[in-house]
């Protein structure tokens, strides 16, 4: 079973419509977080959480908000959604605990149209 | 600012050593990653190297680092087709930020049978 699972998988929607992405992870970590992945532009950081109660915005967080509703869930929401982020987005674990190098585990993505 | 750069493709026989290349601008960077991208699939740490090293080498997998140029590459020997991946750089800085990667925009790499 995989450590780090998302739902849904792919998702079509209409502009200005609310939707949630959610994220699970299996592995015990403490830190989460969101990217978006973009053609030719890389991993962009949009939120990112350390344990239940501690949530921050990353690079690109305009348009998107989360929650932490357990230390294994995170879920990333577009409030009204447009059509620039239309994108692969993308959830990761690491553990807090971890000393030294920052290893992150990816979820399998979810991919959003958004028309 | 942050900032990590790589060449967007590559192609390469099957068979032949692969070399991507990457460069950072943050010279406190601690940490440098390789992430490899299969079609359909999330990011996996294939290696990463400490700052205070110049080279590490992990069966075909070598890791070259110049900490002076920032500079950084990744060797793949007789690379094979399941290879075919997009391959991103990424860097950690030391204190209160290490649990941040920036990402390099990743390389594709297309084996050629």
């Known amino acids: 079973d995989a450590d780090v699972t998302q739902t849904p998988r792919n998702r079509i929607t209409k502009t200005g419509k609310r939707i949630m992405l959610e994220c699970s992870q299996t592995?015990?970590?403490?830190?989460m977080y969101w990217y978006r992945q973009d053609p030719g532009l890389g991993l962009r950081l949009i939120y990112y959480s350390f344990d239940v109660k501690d949530i921050n915005k990353g690079e690109i967080s305009d348009g998107y908000s989360v929650s932490r509703q357990a230390q294994a869930k995170f879920s990333l929401s577009l409030e009204s959604a447009i059509p620039n982020q239309t994108a692969l987005y993308f959830c990761?674990?690491?553990?807090?605990?971890?000393?030294?190098?920052?290893?992150?585990?990816f979820g399998p993505g979810t991919r959003l149209t958004v028309l | 600012g942050e900032d990590v750069e790589q060449s967007l493709f590559l192609s390469v026989r099957e068979g032949d050593s692969s070399v991507i290349n990457c460069t950072y601008t943050?010279?406190?960077?601690?940490?440098l990653y390789w992430y490899k991208q299969e079609p359909g699939a999330g990011l996996q740490l294939l290696t990463y190297?400490?700052?205070?090293?110049d080279m590490k080498q992990d069966q075909r997998l070598t890791v070259l680092l110049n900490k002076k140029d920032k500079h950084l590459s990744l060797r793949i020997a007789d690379t094979q087709t399941g290879d075919s991946a997009i391959y991103f750089c990424a860097e950690s800085i030391s204190g209160a930020g290490s649990y941040q990667l920036t990402f390099g925009k990743g390389t594709k790499l297309s084996v050629i049978p």
């Open positions: 990761a674990t690491s553990d807090l605990r971890a000393t030294g190098y920052n290893e992150q585990f």
């Open positions: 592995k015990g970590h403490d830190r």
């Open positions: 943050d010279s406190s960077s601690t940490y």
């Open positions: 190297i400490f700052s205070n090293m």
